[in-house]
């Protein structure tokens, strides 16, 4: 596998070397609060930012040299005022790419890594937003609008989201990091590919003709890209008293009703998708309740579920969709790399609780890359990616 891998990289590398930013993003112009100022950042540099309704968010920014783009110490601040914590570290922990072909898989957080591969953006990449630096990567800023926020008859409210945006470019394509934190406390984290076409097959079945006038119809091969989000939540007060719960809406025999469900996960887990149940996951805050006396929490729908990339002789993760781990200093991506750390995965679930602990999410999305002849010479930029809302956080909307 490692001499496919190594091929692959030198065959494509040059092809890749093109930076595709444009539709980064749509954005109005806006202000910025950007500082180094330590609280609460160790790391990289703070934002904050409020919008029309009056909610804002605070986090601080930075790269990792191995996953990437990373926010941390992420706070929500309700239109009533009320400020609390909701994640403290969010990034990528895993970017693999599977080819159709041969199973070959690269991984970019163990190859070169993706905060590595970071390119610098400049300002004509960040129209009508402001470009930051944390270290020495830059990242694009901007409240953009998100489109009705609410409709109701000829009631309409248009709602923003602040968006951080930065682009990697690796062996199979050029990637787009974005994080939109919106102002009804959602956080939506994507990952846009784009770029060249990686490699060419001499079977049909293994991708699609790309044809262009003047030039032999070459068959482009698919790939799917498997990307890992890693979230250490941190609801309210402490990280330290959170737990998981799933919730289902489970059809009765007949199919005529459905039940929802909630059940308690007090054990590490891992654990595929289920759409006939709708499953979804929360993360609940043990301890504080909203002014409805409902507990708060954050729950995460995999709603964009529609391609699922599974390989797990090469990607040991991908037999599920999400994990749910106790914080480990050393499971940060996988396989872990930091110095003198080891393991994977599906090794760090190991029957730890996860009821009144600082809980670990990870979610696996896919993007499945089926060339067209539209694609040849720039590959179209597609996005995956993720919501965690807000359930129950406020007592009512916005409070
Ligand atoms: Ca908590
Ligand atoms: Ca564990």
């Known amino acids: 596998m490692a001499t496919e891998q190594n091929k692959w990289r030198r065959s494509s590398a040059l092809r890749w070397s093109r930076l595709i930013v444009c539709g980064l993003l749509s954005i109005v ?6 500082s180094s100022v330590a609280a609460p950042c160790s790391e990289g540099v703070e934002i904050t930012r409020s919008f029309n309704n009056g909610a804002g968010w605070e986090f601080c920014w930075h790269t990792r040299a191995e996953s990437g783009p990373t926010l941390t110490n992420i706070f929500f601040i ?11 570290t969010i990034g990528l922990a895993a970017l693999d790419v599977s080819m159709l072909d041969s199973g070959s898989v690269i991984s970019h957080v163990q190859s070169v890594g993706i905060g590595r591969a970071q390119r610098t953006l400049a300002t004509s990449d960040c129209p009508g937003g402001s470009v930051v630096a944390s270290g020495t990567a830059n990242a694009c800023l901007a409240v953009r609008p998100r489109g009705y926020a609410s409709k109701h008859y000829s009631t309409a409210v248009q709602g923003q989201a602040l ?30 590919h784009a770029g060249d076409l990686v490699n060419r097959t001499a079977n049909s079945q293994l991708g699609w003709p790309v044809v262009q006038p003047g030039i032999t119809s070459e068959i482009a091969t698919a790939f799917s890209v498997n990307a890992l989000w890693r979230m250490d939540m941190h609801l309210g007060a402490s990280a330290n008293n959170d737990a998981v719960e799933v919730i289902e809406a489970v059809p009765s025999a007949d199919r005529l009703t459905k039940t929802t469900v909630v059940s308690a996960m007090t054990r590490e887990f891992a654990v595929r ?5 709708k499953r979804t996951w929360r993360v609940v805050d043990r301890d504080t309740l909203n002014s409805n006396s409902q507990p708060i929490s954050y729950e995460l729908a995999p709603v964009e579920s529609g391609q699922v990339l599974r390989n797990p002789q090469r990607i040991n993760w991908s037999d599920n969709d999400i ?4 914080y480990r200093s050393c499971e940060t991506t996988t396989p872990a790399i930091s110095a003198g750390c080891s393991g994977s995965l599906p090794a760090y679930v190991n029957g730890e609780s996860i009821d009144r602990a600082d809980v670990v999410l990870w979610y696996r999305t896919t993007l499945y890359r089926l060339p067209a002849s539209e694609d040849r010479g720039t590959q179209r930029m597609k996005f995956m990616g993720f919501a965690l809302s807000p359930r129950d956080w406020m007592a009512r909307d916005g409070n």
């Open 29 to 34: 112009a806006a202000g910025f609060s950007t």
């Open 323 to 326: 994990y749910a781990t106790r």
């Open 78 to 88: 309700t239109r009533s005022g009320t400020r609390r914590q909701v994640i403290k």
């Open 273 to 277: 998708i289920d759409a006939n149940r």
């Open 163 to 192: 968006v951080l945006s930065a682009a990697s470019s690796l062996s199979s394509g050029n990637y787009v990091h974005r994080f939109a934190l919106a102002d009804d406390g959602s956080l939506v984290a994507q990952l846009g």
